[in-house]
Protein backbone atom coordinates (compact mmCIF):
# COMPACT_ATOMS: atom_id res chain seq x y z
CA UNK A 1 0.00 0.00 0.00
CA UNK A 2 1.29 3.53 -0.94
CA UNK A 3 0.80 5.93 2.14
CA UNK A 4 0.89 10.10 1.59
CA UNK A 5 4.30 10.60 3.20
CA UNK A 6 2.81 13.54 4.85
CA UNK A 7 0.07 11.49 6.34
CA UNK A 8 -0.05 11.42 10.10
CA UNK A 9 1.13 8.16 11.71
CA UNK A 10 -2.37 6.76 13.60
CA UNK A 11 -3.95 7.62 10.07
CA UNK A 12 -1.48 5.25 8.17
CA UNK A 13 -1.84 2.56 10.98
CA UNK A 14 -5.11 2.21 10.27
CA UNK A 15 -5.21 1.77 6.96
CA UNK A 16 -3.19 -0.99 7.75
CA UNK A 17 -4.86 -2.62 10.25
CA UNK A 18 -7.89 -2.09 8.13
CA UNK A 19 -5.84 -4.99 5.38
CA UNK A 20 -7.16 -7.30 8.64
CA UNK A 21 -10.25 -7.58 7.92
CA UNK A 22 -11.61 -8.03 11.53
CA UNK A 23 -15.06 -7.83 12.48
CA UNK A 24 -13.49 -5.52 14.91
CA UNK A 25 -10.66 -3.95 16.35
CA UNK A 26 -10.78 -4.07 20.52
CA UNK A 27 -7.74 -1.14 21.26
CA UNK A 28 -7.59 -1.42 24.70
CA UNK A 29 -4.80 0.68 27.30
CA UNK A 30 -4.33 0.00 31.23
CA UNK A 31 -3.15 1.39 34.44
CA UNK A 32 -2.42 0.25 38.06
CA UNK A 33 -3.49 3.61 40.29
CA UNK A 34 -1.48 3.03 43.21
CA UNK A 35 -1.33 6.78 43.60
CA UNK A 36 -1.55 9.95 41.71
CA UNK A 37 -1.07 8.77 37.96
CA UNK A 38 1.99 10.84 36.17
CA UNK A 39 0.96 12.14 33.44
CA UNK A 40 3.74 10.36 31.21
CA UNK A 41 0.31 7.41 31.33
CA UNK A 42 -1.80 10.39 29.81
CA UNK A 43 -0.04 9.86 26.84
CA UNK A 44 -0.54 5.94 26.47
CA UNK A 45 -4.29 7.00 26.57
CA UNK A 46 -4.21 9.39 24.04
CA UNK A 47 -2.18 6.91 22.10
CA UNK A 48 -4.96 4.49 22.13
CA UNK A 49 -7.91 7.02 21.24
CA UNK A 50 -5.72 8.34 18.55
CA UNK A 51 -5.88 4.73 17.04
CA UNK A 52 -9.30 4.20 18.15
CA UNK A 53 -10.83 7.78 16.16
CA UNK A 54 -8.28 6.77 13.30
CA UNK A 55 -9.95 3.57 12.78
CA UNK A 56 -13.43 4.98 13.03
CA UNK A 57 -12.51 7.71 10.52
CA UNK A 58 -11.79 4.78 7.84
CA UNK A 59 -14.59 2.90 8.50
CA UNK A 60 -13.40 0.03 10.47
CA UNK A 61 -15.27 -0.91 13.70
CA UNK A 62 -13.42 0.16 16.96
CA UNK A 63 -13.79 -0.29 20.23
CA UNK A 64 -11.38 1.78 22.63
CA UNK A 65 -11.19 0.27 26.70
CA UNK A 66 -8.97 1.42 29.39
CA UNK A 67 -8.41 -1.04 32.30
CA UNK A 68 -8.25 -0.03 35.58
CA UNK A 69 -6.22 -2.30 37.74
CA UNK A 70 -7.79 -1.75 40.84
CA UNK A 71 -6.92 -5.39 42.18
CA UNK A 72 -3.31 -5.24 42.19
CA UNK A 73 -1.53 -5.20 45.48
CA UNK A 74 -0.65 -1.63 47.05
CA UNK A 75 3.27 -2.37 46.26
CA UNK A 76 4.55 0.98 47.36
CA UNK A 77 3.43 4.10 49.60
CA UNK A 78 3.33 7.62 47.57
CA UNK A 79 5.40 10.27 49.45
CA UNK A 80 1.81 12.24 49.86
CA UNK A 81 0.31 9.77 52.35
CA UNK A 82 1.54 8.73 55.71
CA UNK A 83 3.20 5.98 56.12
CA UNK A 84 1.99 5.23 60.12
CA UNK A 85 -1.53 5.20 58.67
CA UNK A 86 -1.31 3.69 55.40
CA UNK A 87 1.96 0.96 55.63
CA UNK A 88 -0.89 -1.45 57.31
CA UNK A 89 -2.13 -1.59 53.54
CA UNK A 90 0.65 -2.57 51.84
CA UNK A 91 0.26 -6.09 49.78
CA UNK A 92 -3.49 -5.55 49.89
CA UNK A 93 -5.38 -5.17 46.61
CA UNK A 94 -6.07 -1.38 46.13
CA UNK A 95 -10.08 -2.17 45.96
CA UNK A 96 -10.10 -3.54 48.95
CA UNK A 97 -8.21 -0.38 50.92
CA UNK A 98 -9.84 2.12 51.90
CA UNK A 99 -10.38 5.38 49.83
CA UNK A 100 -7.79 8.47 51.09
CA UNK A 101 -11.37 10.79 50.72
CA UNK A 102 -14.63 10.27 51.62
CA UNK A 103 -16.82 9.91 48.38
CA UNK A 104 -14.97 6.89 46.81
CA UNK A 105 -15.45 2.81 47.56
CA UNK A 106 -11.50 2.12 47.56
CA UNK A 107 -8.19 3.53 47.31
CA UNK A 108 -8.06 2.35 44.08
CA UNK A 109 -11.33 3.76 42.65
CA UNK A 110 -10.09 7.25 44.24
CA UNK A 111 -6.67 7.84 42.39
CA UNK A 112 -8.50 5.95 38.99
CA UNK A 113 -11.46 8.89 38.90
CA UNK A 114 -8.67 11.58 39.25
CA UNK A 115 -7.14 10.25 36.39
CA UNK A 116 -10.40 9.72 34.63
CA UNK A 117 -11.44 13.21 35.31
CA UNK A 118 -7.92 14.72 33.89
CA UNK A 119 -8.46 11.96 30.32
CA UNK A 120 -11.99 12.55 29.74
CA UNK A 121 -10.62 16.86 30.41
CA UNK A 122 -8.23 16.40 27.53
CA UNK A 123 -11.27 14.84 25.01
CA UNK A 124 -10.56 10.69 25.63
CA UNK A 125 -13.43 8.51 27.29
CA UNK A 126 -12.31 5.01 26.89
CA UNK A 127 -15.42 2.53 28.54
CA UNK A 128 -13.95 1.76 31.74
CA UNK A 129 -12.99 -1.89 32.92
CA UNK A 130 -12.69 -2.18 36.03
CA UNK A 131 -9.91 -5.09 37.08
CA UNK A 132 -11.60 -5.90 40.15
CA UNK A 133 -14.56 -6.89 37.95
CA UNK A 134 -13.00 -8.59 35.65
CA UNK A 135 -12.37 -11.24 38.23
CA UNK A 136 -15.63 -11.25 40.26
CA UNK A 137 -17.85 -11.52 37.64
CA UNK A 138 -15.92 -14.48 37.18
CA UNK A 139 -14.55 -13.69 33.48
CA UNK A 140 -10.88 -14.36 34.58
CA UNK A 141 -12.18 -17.92 36.47
CA UNK A 142 -11.08 -20.04 32.91
CA UNK A 143 -8.04 -18.81 32.35
CA UNK A 144 -6.69 -19.13 35.63
CA UNK A 145 -7.53 -22.65 35.39
CA UNK A 146 -6.12 -22.74 32.12
CA UNK A 147 -2.83 -21.11 33.83
CA UNK A 148 -2.32 -23.35 37.06
CA UNK A 149 -3.31 -26.43 34.77
CA UNK A 150 -0.42 -25.35 32.72
CA UNK A 151 2.22 -24.02 35.69
CA UNK A 152 4.41 -26.33 33.68
CA UNK A 153 4.74 -24.52 30.75
CA UNK A 154 5.05 -21.25 32.48
CA UNK A 155 7.71 -22.42 34.66
CA UNK A 156 9.22 -23.03 31.24
CA UNK A 157 8.99 -19.58 29.94
CA UNK A 158 10.61 -17.36 33.04
CA UNK A 159 13.26 -20.26 32.83
CA UNK A 160 14.36 -19.27 29.36
CA UNK A 161 13.52 -15.82 29.42
CA UNK A 162 15.08 -15.29 32.82
CA UNK A 163 17.16 -18.12 33.66
CA UNK A 164 15.08 -18.14 36.42
CA UNK A 165 14.83 -21.79 38.04
CA UNK A 166 11.10 -22.21 39.46
CA UNK A 167 10.32 -26.14 41.78
CA UNK A 168 7.42 -27.84 40.63
CA UNK A 169 5.79 -26.39 43.79
CA UNK A 170 5.18 -23.39 42.22
CA UNK A 171 2.31 -21.93 40.57
CA UNK A 172 1.39 -18.55 38.71
CA UNK A 173 -1.29 -17.35 41.23
CA UNK A 174 -1.59 -14.66 44.14
CA UNK A 175 -3.78 -15.53 46.47
CA UNK A 176 -5.48 -13.39 48.57
CA UNK A 177 -4.85 -14.46 52.37
CA UNK A 178 -7.93 -14.74 54.47
CA UNK A 179 -6.43 -14.06 57.90
CA UNK A 180 -4.26 -10.69 56.93
CA UNK A 181 -5.88 -9.63 53.29
CA UNK A 182 -2.52 -9.27 52.04
CA UNK A 183 -1.99 -10.89 48.36
CA UNK A 184 2.28 -10.13 48.12
CA UNK A 185 2.95 -12.56 50.84
CA UNK A 186 1.33 -15.53 49.68
CA UNK A 187 2.89 -18.51 47.71
CA UNK A 188 0.81 -21.04 46.12
CA UNK A 189 2.77 -24.21 46.49
CA UNK A 190 -0.28 -26.70 45.25
CA UNK A 191 -2.99 -26.87 42.79
CA UNK A 192 -5.02 -29.95 42.62
CA UNK A 193 -7.32 -29.56 39.94
CA UNK A 194 -10.01 -27.54 42.18
CA UNK A 195 -8.25 -25.79 45.47
CA UNK A 196 -4.99 -24.78 45.76
CA UNK A 197 -2.59 -24.92 48.74
CA UNK A 198 -0.77 -21.37 50.04
CA UNK A 199 1.07 -19.70 52.96
CA UNK A 200 1.10 -16.22 53.82
CA UNK A 201 5.14 -16.09 54.72
CA UNK A 202 5.98 -13.66 57.42
CA UNK A 203 8.88 -12.71 55.31
CA UNK A 204 8.32 -10.26 52.41
CA UNK A 205 10.57 -7.57 50.41
CA UNK A 206 8.51 -4.45 51.29
CA UNK A 207 5.57 -6.52 53.91
CA UNK A 208 5.44 -9.53 56.01
CA UNK A 209 2.44 -11.81 56.09
CA UNK A 210 0.77 -13.69 58.49
CA UNK A 211 1.99 -17.09 58.57
CA UNK A 212 -1.21 -18.44 57.57
CA UNK A 213 -1.56 -21.77 55.48
CA UNK A 214 -4.69 -22.04 53.80
CA UNK A 215 -6.54 -24.23 51.02
CA UNK A 216 -9.13 -23.06 49.25
CA UNK A 217 -10.70 -22.73 45.88
CA UNK A 218 -8.80 -19.76 42.81
CA UNK A 219 -11.80 -18.82 41.86
CA UNK A 220 -13.69 -15.28 42.04
CA UNK A 221 -17.38 -14.72 42.00
CA UNK A 222 -19.71 -11.71 43.35
CA UNK A 223 -18.78 -12.58 46.99
CA UNK A 224 -15.50 -13.53 47.36
CA UNK A 225 -12.21 -12.32 45.54
CA UNK A 226 -9.73 -15.51 45.30
CA UNK A 227 -6.87 -13.45 44.21
CA UNK A 228 -4.84 -12.64 40.95
CA UNK A 229 -2.93 -14.19 38.32
CA UNK A 230 0.84 -12.57 38.50
CA UNK A 231 1.34 -9.54 36.24
CA UNK A 232 3.18 -11.11 33.52
CA UNK A 233 0.68 -13.95 33.46
CA UNK A 234 -1.73 -11.60 33.85
CA UNK A 235 -1.48 -9.28 30.67
CA UNK A 236 -1.87 -11.64 28.08
CA UNK A 237 -4.99 -13.42 29.78
CA UNK A 238 -6.48 -10.33 30.05
CA UNK A 239 -6.18 -9.97 26.20
CA UNK A 240 -7.59 -13.19 25.90
CA UNK A 241 -10.50 -12.69 28.09
CA UNK A 242 -11.53 -9.08 27.15
CA UNK A 243 -11.00 -10.11 23.27
CA UNK A 244 -8.32 -7.24 22.40
CA UNK A 245 -6.58 -6.75 19.10
CA UNK A 246 -4.19 -3.46 19.71
CA UNK A 247 -2.38 -2.29 22.70
CA UNK A 248 1.15 -0.35 22.55
CA UNK A 249 3.56 -0.17 25.56
CA UNK A 250 6.12 1.77 27.18
CA UNK A 251 9.24 1.06 25.70
CA UNK A 252 9.99 -0.60 29.46
CA UNK A 253 8.12 -3.35 28.57
CA UNK A 254 8.77 -3.45 25.44
CA UNK A 255 12.19 -4.30 24.71
CA UNK A 256 13.48 -7.34 24.54
CA UNK A 257 13.45 -9.76 26.92
CA UNK A 258 11.05 -7.82 28.76
CA UNK A 259 7.44 -8.11 29.85
CA UNK A 260 5.82 -8.14 26.47
CA UNK A 261 8.16 -10.74 25.07
CA UNK A 262 7.15 -12.57 27.89
CA UNK A 263 3.16 -12.29 26.68
CA UNK A 264 4.08 -13.12 23.61
CA UNK A 265 5.19 -16.63 24.91
CA UNK A 266 2.11 -16.74 27.13
CA UNK A 267 0.05 -16.49 24.19
CA UNK A 268 1.59 -19.21 21.56
CA UNK A 269 2.15 -21.83 24.11
CA UNK A 270 -0.48 -21.43 27.25
CA UNK A 271 -3.54 -19.49 26.27
CA UNK A 272 -3.87 -19.65 21.90
CA UNK A 273 -4.52 -16.28 21.73
CA UNK A 274 -3.14 -14.42 18.93
CA UNK A 275 -0.65 -11.19 19.75
CA UNK A 276 -2.92 -7.99 19.63
CA UNK A 277 -0.89 -5.52 17.60
CA UNK A 278 1.66 -3.81 19.03
CA UNK A 279 3.76 -0.64 19.37
CA UNK A 280 6.25 1.17 21.39
CA UNK A 281 5.80 4.88 22.87
CA UNK A 282 8.54 7.09 24.20
CA UNK A 283 8.57 8.42 28.23
CA UNK A 284 7.20 11.60 29.25
CA UNK A 285 10.26 13.20 30.75
CA UNK A 286 10.60 16.06 32.91
CA UNK A 287 14.14 17.76 32.44
CA UNK A 288 14.79 14.64 30.77
CA UNK A 289 14.17 12.47 33.85
CA UNK A 290 11.24 9.68 33.92
CA UNK A 291 8.14 11.29 35.72
CA UNK A 292 7.40 8.78 39.03
CA UNK A 293 4.63 10.06 41.09
CA UNK A 294 5.40 7.38 43.87
CA UNK A 295 8.50 8.75 44.35
CA UNK A 296 7.67 12.80 43.94
CA UNK A 297 9.65 13.46 41.11
CA UNK A 298 7.91 15.31 38.77
CA UNK A 299 3.71 15.87 37.99
CA UNK A 300 1.05 14.11 38.20
CA UNK A 301 -1.64 14.05 35.45
CA UNK A 302 -3.79 16.23 37.41
CA UNK A 303 -1.28 19.31 38.24
CA UNK A 304 -0.12 19.32 34.79
CA UNK A 305 -3.85 19.70 33.72
CA UNK A 306 -4.48 22.52 35.63
CA UNK A 307 -1.90 24.34 34.18
CA UNK A 308 -2.54 23.74 30.94
CA UNK A 309 -5.60 23.73 28.96
CA UNK A 310 -6.98 20.85 27.68
CA UNK A 311 -6.71 21.35 23.76
CA UNK A 312 -2.89 22.29 24.27
CA UNK A 313 -2.22 19.37 26.88
CA UNK A 314 -3.33 17.00 24.01
CA UNK A 315 -1.49 18.50 21.46
CA UNK A 316 1.15 18.04 23.25
CA UNK A 317 0.55 14.52 23.10
CA UNK A 318 -0.64 14.36 19.51
CA UNK A 319 1.97 16.30 17.56
CA UNK A 320 5.25 14.43 19.07
CA UNK A 321 5.94 11.64 17.26
CA UNK A 322 5.08 8.29 19.35
CA UNK A 323 8.84 7.31 19.52
CA UNK A 324 9.97 10.41 20.38
CA UNK A 325 10.16 11.13 24.08
CA UNK A 326 8.31 13.93 25.44
CA UNK A 327 10.20 16.28 27.49
CA UNK A 328 8.38 18.81 29.34
CA UNK A 329 9.04 21.16 31.63
CA UNK A 330 6.28 24.01 32.47
CA UNK A 331 8.65 26.78 33.03
CA UNK A 332 10.88 29.02 30.96
CA UNK A 333 9.30 29.33 27.54
CA UNK A 334 7.99 25.84 26.97
CA UNK A 335 3.66 27.00 27.44
CA UNK A 336 4.14 29.76 25.54
CA UNK A 337 5.66 27.79 22.79
CA UNK A 338 3.13 25.07 22.49
CA UNK A 339 -0.10 27.90 22.50
CA UNK A 340 2.06 29.19 19.35
CA UNK A 341 2.34 25.50 17.68
CA UNK A 342 -1.84 25.16 18.63
CA UNK A 343 -2.29 28.60 16.79
CA UNK A 344 -0.27 27.38 13.71
CA UNK A 345 -2.07 24.32 13.65
CA UNK A 346 -5.29 25.94 13.77
CA UNK A 347 -4.40 28.19 10.91
CA UNK A 348 -3.30 24.83 8.85
CA UNK A 349 -6.58 23.85 10.00
CA UNK A 350 -8.55 26.82 8.61
CA UNK A 351 -7.06 27.83 5.50
CA UNK A 352 -5.80 24.54 4.59
CA UNK A 353 -2.54 25.14 4.22
CA UNK A 354 -0.62 22.14 5.58
CA UNK A 355 -2.11 18.48 5.46
CA UNK A 356 -0.30 17.19 8.58
CA UNK A 357 -0.67 20.22 10.66
CA UNK A 358 -4.00 20.62 10.23
CA UNK A 359 -4.55 17.00 10.85
CA UNK A 360 -3.02 17.73 14.30
CA UNK A 361 -4.99 20.47 15.09
CA UNK A 362 -8.36 18.22 14.33
CA UNK A 363 -7.34 15.39 16.87
CA UNK A 364 -6.26 17.77 19.73
CA UNK A 365 -8.74 20.50 19.55
CA UNK A 366 -11.36 18.73 22.73
CA UNK A 367 -13.99 21.77 21.76
CA UNK A 368 -16.35 21.36 18.72
CA UNK A 369 -14.65 23.02 15.69
CA UNK A 370 -16.57 25.76 14.27
CA UNK A 371 -16.39 26.70 10.64
CA UNK A 372 -14.38 29.72 10.63
CA UNK A 373 -10.93 30.19 12.27
CA UNK A 374 -11.30 32.10 15.66
CA UNK A 375 -9.29 35.25 16.67
CA UNK A 376 -6.79 33.63 18.70
CA UNK A 377 -4.46 36.19 21.17
CA UNK A 378 -0.75 35.71 21.20
CA UNK A 379 -0.34 33.97 24.51
CA UNK A 380 2.99 36.36 24.62
CA UNK A 381 1.15 38.75 24.33
CA UNK A 382 -1.83 37.90 26.65
CA UNK A 383 1.16 37.23 28.96
CA UNK A 384 2.28 41.18 28.63
CA UNK A 385 -1.13 42.83 28.70
CA UNK A 386 -2.45 41.41 32.06
CA UNK A 387 0.50 42.80 34.11
CA UNK A 388 -0.75 46.22 32.86
CA UNK A 389 -2.89 47.86 35.71
CA UNK A 390 -6.24 49.44 34.52
CA UNK A 391 -5.59 47.89 31.39
CA UNK A 392 -8.93 47.28 29.11
CA UNK A 393 -7.58 43.54 28.15
CA UNK A 394 -10.98 43.36 25.91
CA UNK A 395 -10.88 46.47 23.78
CA UNK A 396 -6.57 45.92 23.50
CA UNK A 397 -7.60 43.00 21.74
CA UNK A 398 -10.48 44.06 20.12
CA UNK A 399 -7.59 46.64 18.65
CA UNK A 400 -5.42 44.61 17.26
CA UNK A 401 -8.06 42.37 15.67
CA UNK A 402 -9.23 44.87 14.18
CA UNK A 403 -12.84 44.38 15.00
CA UNK A 404 -15.53 43.10 17.64
CA UNK A 405 -14.55 40.03 19.14
CA UNK A 406 -17.17 36.85 19.12
CA UNK A 407 -18.51 35.40 22.16
CA UNK A 408 -16.22 32.20 21.36
CA UNK A 409 -13.17 34.68 21.05
CA UNK A 410 -14.11 36.26 24.04
CA UNK A 411 -14.11 32.69 25.73
CA UNK A 412 -10.80 32.04 24.00
CA UNK A 413 -9.47 35.28 26.02
CA UNK A 414 -10.33 34.58 28.87
CA UNK A 415 -9.35 31.40 28.98
CA UNK A 416 -5.58 32.66 27.85
CA UNK A 417 -5.57 35.36 30.48
CA UNK A 418 -6.30 32.89 33.29
CA UNK A 419 -3.67 30.55 32.01
CA UNK A 420 -1.12 33.46 31.44
CA UNK A 421 -2.09 34.55 34.99
CA UNK A 422 -1.05 31.06 36.19
CA UNK A 423 2.41 30.85 34.10
CA UNK A 424 3.55 34.32 35.33
CA UNK A 425 3.18 33.56 39.00
CA UNK A 426 4.50 30.07 38.98
CA UNK A 427 6.72 29.31 36.01
CA UNK A 428 7.63 32.31 33.66
CA UNK A 429 11.09 33.78 33.34
CA UNK A 430 11.85 36.85 35.63
CA UNK A 431 12.93 38.28 32.19
CA UNK A 432 9.28 38.03 30.72
CA UNK A 433 7.53 39.78 34.30
CA UNK A 434 7.17 43.39 33.00
CA UNK A 435 5.93 46.22 35.16
CA UNK A 436 6.69 50.07 34.90
CA UNK A 437 9.11 50.91 37.05
CA UNK A 438 8.23 53.90 39.25
CA UNK A 439 11.48 54.74 40.00
CA UNK A 440 14.19 55.39 36.95
CA UNK A 441 15.68 51.69 36.36
CA UNK A 442 19.41 51.84 37.33
CA UNK A 443 19.51 49.99 33.54
CA UNK A 444 19.46 53.18 32.06
CA UNK A 445 23.26 53.71 32.67
CA UNK A 446 24.07 51.12 29.70
CA UNK A 447 22.21 53.75 27.22
CA UNK A 448 24.70 55.48 24.20
CA UNK A 449 24.60 58.63 23.00
CA UNK A 450 22.41 58.27 19.99
CA UNK A 451 19.48 56.21 22.19
CA UNK A 452 19.29 59.46 24.79
CA UNK A 453 19.11 61.52 21.54
CA UNK A 454 16.41 58.78 20.63
CA UNK A 455 14.60 59.78 23.44
CA UNK A 456 14.86 63.42 23.52
CA UNK A 457 13.18 63.57 20.05
CA UNK A 458 10.28 61.65 21.50
CA UNK A 459 9.85 63.85 24.17
CA UNK A 460 8.68 66.70 21.39
CA UNK A 461 6.71 64.16 19.02
CA UNK A 462 4.54 62.09 21.29
CA UNK A 463 0.98 63.09 21.61
CA UNK A 464 -2.30 62.08 23.48
CA UNK A 465 -3.94 61.96 20.16
CA UNK A 466 -2.19 58.96 19.05
CA UNK A 467 -3.73 55.26 19.41
CA UNK A 468 -1.00 52.36 20.09
CA UNK A 469 -0.80 51.34 16.06
CA UNK A 470 0.19 55.23 15.52
CA UNK A 471 2.47 55.40 18.02
CA UNK A 472 4.27 52.64 17.10
CA UNK A 473 4.58 53.56 13.63
CA UNK A 474 6.12 57.20 15.23
CA UNK A 475 8.63 55.49 16.94
CA UNK A 476 9.79 53.15 14.01
CA UNK A 477 9.97 56.27 11.82
CA UNK A 478 11.98 58.35 14.47
CA UNK A 479 14.21 55.93 15.34
CA UNK A 480 15.08 54.76 11.16
CA UNK A 481 15.99 58.30 11.20
CA UNK A 482 17.94 58.19 13.49
CA UNK A 483 22.05 57.67 13.57
CA UNK A 484 21.79 54.26 15.59
CA UNK A 485 20.01 50.89 15.00
CA UNK A 486 16.28 50.59 15.31
CA UNK A 487 16.32 47.78 17.67
CA UNK A 488 18.35 49.79 20.20
CA UNK A 489 16.17 52.47 19.84
CA UNK A 490 12.97 50.71 21.02
CA UNK A 491 15.23 48.92 23.63
CA UNK A 492 15.82 52.82 25.27
CA UNK A 493 12.35 52.82 25.38
CA UNK A 494 12.17 49.57 27.23
CA UNK A 495 14.76 50.01 29.71
CA UNK A 496 13.33 53.45 30.14
CA UNK A 497 9.96 52.03 31.34
CA UNK A 498 10.56 48.66 32.41
CA UNK A 499 14.24 48.05 33.05
CA UNK A 500 14.49 45.44 30.62
CA UNK A 501 15.56 45.50 27.21
CA UNK A 502 12.06 44.08 25.45
CA UNK A 503 8.60 43.88 26.34
CA UNK A 504 5.42 44.14 24.37
CA UNK A 505 4.17 46.41 21.57
CA UNK A 506 6.22 50.04 22.85
CA UNK A 507 3.80 52.02 21.31
CA UNK A 508 0.68 50.40 22.94
CA UNK A 509 2.66 50.19 26.51
CA UNK A 510 3.40 53.90 26.21
CA UNK A 511 -0.91 54.19 25.68
CA UNK A 512 -1.18 51.84 28.79
CA UNK A 513 1.61 54.49 31.28
CA UNK A 514 0.03 57.24 30.04
CA UNK A 515 1.75 59.30 27.38
CA UNK A 516 2.08 62.52 29.77
CA UNK A 517 4.22 60.12 32.45
CA UNK A 518 6.73 58.61 29.52
CA UNK A 519 7.03 62.42 27.98
CA UNK A 520 8.49 62.78 31.26
CA UNK A 521 10.55 59.77 31.74
CA UNK A 522 11.78 59.80 28.48
CA UNK A 523 13.23 63.94 29.00
CA UNK A 524 14.67 62.32 32.31
CA UNK A 525 17.05 59.80 30.97
CA UNK A 526 18.25 61.63 27.88
CA UNK A 527 19.67 64.67 30.58
CA UNK A 528 21.36 61.88 32.00
Known sequence: MVYNSNMFWADKLALELKERKLAQEWVDDMKTPSGRIHVGSLRGVVIHDLIHQALTDVGVKSKYTYVIEDQDPLD?????LDEKTWSKHLGKPLFKIPSPQEGYSSYGEYFAKEFEAVFNKVGSYPEIIWGRNLYLSGRMNDVVKECLDKADLIRGIYNEMYSKKLGTDWYPFNAICSCCGKMVTTVVTNWNGKEITFECRKEGSYTSGCGNVETKTPFSDNEHFAGKLPWKVEWPAKWKVIGITVEGAGKDHMVKGGSHDFAKLMCERVLDYPVPYSFIYEFFLLKGKKMSSSKGRGSSAKEVAAVVPPSLLRLLMVRTKIKRPIDFDPAGMTIPDLYDEYDRCALAYYDKSDEYLARIFELSHVEKLGSKLPYYPRFRDVATYVQIPNLDLVGRFRELKGSKLTELELEILNERVEYARLWLKEYAPLKFVFAYQEEIPYEVTTLNKDQKEFLAQMVNKLS??????????LLYEVAKAGNG??????????????????GPRAGYLMLDIGIYKVKQRFAQVSRQ
Do not use: C, D, M, R
Open 76 to 80: KLPHY
Open 464 to 473: TNLNGEELQT
Open 485 to 502: PVSKAFGAVYISLLGKSF
